[in-house]
């Protein structure tokens, strides 16, 4: 059964820092793997898909790793933003579409 | 971009009673499911929502708790039903195939509702 790790599970960060969000997964027998944000009460914002064939895909200021053979990725946030608070999770497709769900990181952006 | 739409957004509701959540999506999509996500806590799959036949659920969800229709590619229900206060959690639809998005597999999922049992 596929398990998924996310730390920190929170972090709080002075604006304009740099930071990385980690994820590791059990089972590397993968199809994708997908970073979403999502804010206090609401729905979830899909913010970068890793297909297991690839090493990375950016957006923006976001740029996110995927090391299938180690079961970890990575989202790095650039010049981070007080808009960028919210809660961080990295999702895992083995099939079927179904997502195993990592527990989150709690991003605070501080001004 | 596809809108993905629930109602209500939010309810309160007593012990005992059941509540049907509709998931609607502006254009057809390829699958649908639904998840919760119990307070603090991440997202759990309950099933997958198969049109015209009956849901694929997931460990420890069943049909006669958490009932699920599909009649058609842009259209899904789940029933909560018999509630307790352990089914308080926020429950969201998500889809795949969207027409127009070019990553392969991509999810995307609805506002939520926001379920409450007194």
């Known amino acids: 059964k596929q398990e998924v790790t996310q730390i920190p599970a929170a972090l709080s960060v002075p604006e304009g820092e740099n930071l990385v969000l980690n994820c590791s997964f059990t089972?590397?027998?993968?199809?994708?793997l997908q970073w979403f944000r999502q804010d206090p009460g609401k729905g979830l914002t899909s913010l970068l898909l890793?297909?297991?064939?690839?090493r990375e895909q950016t957006s923006g200021r976001l740029n996110a790793s995927l090391d299938k053979s180690s079961g970890r990725s990575t989202l790095y946030i650039a010049a981070s933003q007080p808009g960028d608070s919210a809660t961080y999770l990295c999702?895992?497709?083995?099939?079927?579409?179904?997502?195993?769900f990592g527990g989150g990181t709690r991003l605070m952006v501080k001004p | 971009s596809a809108v993905i739409s629930q109602k209500p957004s939010r309810d309160i509701c007593q012990r005992g009673t059941s509540l049907t959540i509709q998931c609607q999506v502006d254009?057809?999509?390829?699958?649908m499911f639904w998840y919760r996500q119990q307070p603090g806590q991440s997202l759990t799959l309950i099933a997958t929502?198969?049109?015209?036949?009956?849901?694929?659920?997931e460990s420890g969800f069943v049909i006669d708790k958490f009932p699920i229709s599909r009649p058609n590619l842009t259209f899904s229900t789940l029933t909560v039903s018999n509630m307790s206060p352990e089914d308080s959690s926020i429950y969201l639809c998500?889809?795949?195939?969207?027409?127009?998005?070019?990553?392969?597999?991509?999810?995307?999922f609805g506002p939520g509702t926001r379920l409450t049992v007194l």
């Open positions: 089972d590397s027998a993968i199809y994708n």
């Open positions: 890793i297909q297991s064939s690839q």
């Open positions: 254009s057809q999509v390829t699958m």
């Open positions: 998500s889809v795949v195939g969207l027409a127009g998005v070019t990553r392969e597999n991509e999810q995307f």
């Open positions: 929502a198969n049109q015209g036949s009956e849901a694929t659920y």
């Open positions: 999702a895992v497709n083995n099939a079927g579409n179904m997502l195993t």
